[in-house]
């Protein structure tokens, strides 16, 4: 039986992006570096104030409402969740209701079900700079490594690779080509994976990192298409920082395409040939749709087997009713362009002590209000799974020379079953298990190199004629995934579930019969 097709998710590397540019540079003082003693963050019940925490002459509205909020970027079912009922606690805070006025001030939040951490800044300087999108790095700076990024900027996690940061271009936030202004509210927001070996580490030698910039681009084209901005997020797992961003973009760029909020993958499409903003490839495109679609219509109870294709997945609500949804496809594309300027935000960068890491009360600069390890769930190693390759060769005999003249291979793959609970590979956040209930499911995909993905049980047989002397080459080259549907159930009923999609690498363990045949 034949595979069925479908596209090829590959990973982004996000040090290729702009090249050409002229640094616009701002620099303020930052909060947190004129602190030299332990702040504890000023809480506020973000739930329900009109108005951020600020001095009695200074007024800034929370980020969902009013002028300069974030609802012109997000849809309102992102804009929308925040609630503290909802597993939303908050971390860390640069806003307080007394001293002089803030400056560029942010807090970020964090949803302990679904393992997302969003960043909230304001700006308050008053220049104003043309630009289109804005560059987006979080890394874990120190000697040590972490998989705690392990789930963004890839469909398809390698349990066994370490990543420290990550690098994301944002979509155009701004109107009339203005990006970078004042008195807006601009979000970041990062999707977590448990790493255990946080609690472990001594906390003054691991820090969580932000960064932020503005960047004005021109003459941006996607797959030879002109484009006035980049649309969707864009991102991949680096090692890097975000001046490597700032190079000539390579042609073939894999790009991980990040969709989040019910309607984001409605608003990139268009009447163009290949349907959307993006200029991605058609058919490309209609996978996408069709996953996106499959999620939305199935809720949390979606079954694995209807959406092939949705290889990473974050969905909020109820059995049948998607609040909230983040999902990431990825597809090659060509991107070329020039940057004509770039400037780093004024509070930028971020430098904070890692949560979870037993920060004590003593410690200088301030101390996140949630100091819990973060993160719902992870891996710790590739799982390794046995396949038969069975091959039969038939060999057809030429009269005049007694010797073989052509070949017909005939092979089949199957993963060998040895009663396997491949659940026991799945580490959860003991945090998650004190508050909810969980429950694994998962499921066998096979990946060929060509980009055909099928399930497991799909994959059979495949026929092909070949020449040379060595019939056995057409082997089929192909990784084996593993797909866990991760459901979160709040042992508060009054919490929705949530359900995380996530697709690992596995490890082979490869067996081959092969029999000859003359004919």
């Known amino acids: ?170 979509p155009s936030l701004g109107t009339n080509g203005v990006q970078f202004a004042p008195n807006k509210w601009y979000m970041v927001q990062y999707e977590l994976a448990y790493d255990p070996s946080i609690e472990n580490l001594p906390y003054e030698e691991v820090h969580l990192d932000f960064n932020m910039q503005f960047v004005a681009t021109k003459d941006i084209y996607i797959n030879g298409e002109s484009v006035g901005t980049i649309e969707g997020t864009i991102g991949g797992q680096s090692g890097g920082s975000l001046p490597n961003l700032v190079e000539l973009v390579k042609s073939g760029v894999q790009a991980a395409i990040g969709f989040v909020g019910k309607n984001a993958a409605e608003k990139l499409s268009d009447d163009s040939e290949t349907g959307n903003k993006l200029h991605i490839n058609k058919n490309v495109w209609g996978t996408i749709q069709k996953g996106v679609s499959s999620v939305l219509s199935g809720g949390t109870s979606n079954t694995l087997k209807a959406a092939v294709n949705v290889l990473n997945g974050l969905i909020f609500g109820t059995s049948n009713s998607v609040q909230s949804v983040n999902l990431t496809f990825e597809s090659k594309i060509t991107l070329t362009g020039e940057m004509k300027s770039k400037g780093s935000f004024p509070s930028m960068p971020i430098d904070l002590w890692m949560p979870g890491t037993g920060i004590p009360t003593n410690a200088q600069q301030y101390v996140p209000l949630y100091n819990r390890p973060m993160g719902v769930f992870n891996l710790l190693k590739r799982p390794e799974i046995k396949i038969m390759h069975h091959e039969d060769i038939y060999e057809g005999m030429d009269d005049s020379r007694f010797e073989p003249t052509w070949a017909m291979q005939k092979y089949s793959s199957e993963y060998v079953s040895d009663n396997t609970d491949f659940r026991k590979f799945v580490q959860i956040n003991p945090d998650v298990l004190s508050i909810a209930d969980v429950d694994i499911e998962y499921d066998l995909l096979f990946l060929e ?65 092969i029999v000859h045949h003359s004919m």
């Open 449 to 513: 190199k060509s980009g055909y993905l099928c399930h497991a049980t799909e994959y059979t047989s495949y026929d092909t004629t070949i020449s040379g002397d060595n019939p056995s080459a057409a082997i089929p080259d192909y990784d084996v995934l593993i797909r866990y549907r991760i459901k979160i159930i709040p042992k508060d009923k009054n919490v929705n579930q949530s359900l995380i999609v996530k697709t690992f690498l596995m490890k082979k363990k490869i067996k081959t019969d």
């Open 1 to 170: 039986m034949f595979m069925k097709h479908f596209f090829y998710p590959i990973v982004f590397v996000a040090s290729f992006l702009f090249f050409s540019c002229q640094d616009a540079e701002i620099v303020t003082d930052s909060p947190q570096n004129t602190l030299t003693r332990a702040i504890v963050p000023e809480s506020f019940d973000w739930d329900t104030a009109d108005y951020m925490p600020t001095p009695p002459t200074q007024v800034i509205p929370v980020p969902w409402i009013g002028q300069g909020s974030i609802a012109p970027y997000y849809g309102l079912d992102v804009v929308n969740d925040h609630k503290h009922a909802d597993g939303w606690e908050l971390v860390y805070s640069s806003f307080r209701s007394s001293g002089p006025n803030l400056n560029d001030p942010y807090f970020i939040l964090y949803n302990k079900y679904r393992g997302l951490l969003q960043l909230y800044v304001y700006v308050t300087n008053q220049t104003v700079l043309p630009s289109n999108n804005v560059l987006a790095e979080i890394s874990m700076l120190g000697a040590e490594e972490t998989t705690m990024f392990n789930f963004l900027g890839t469909t398809i996690v390698d349990p066994d690779r370490k990543f420290k940061s990550y690098d994301m271009l944002m």
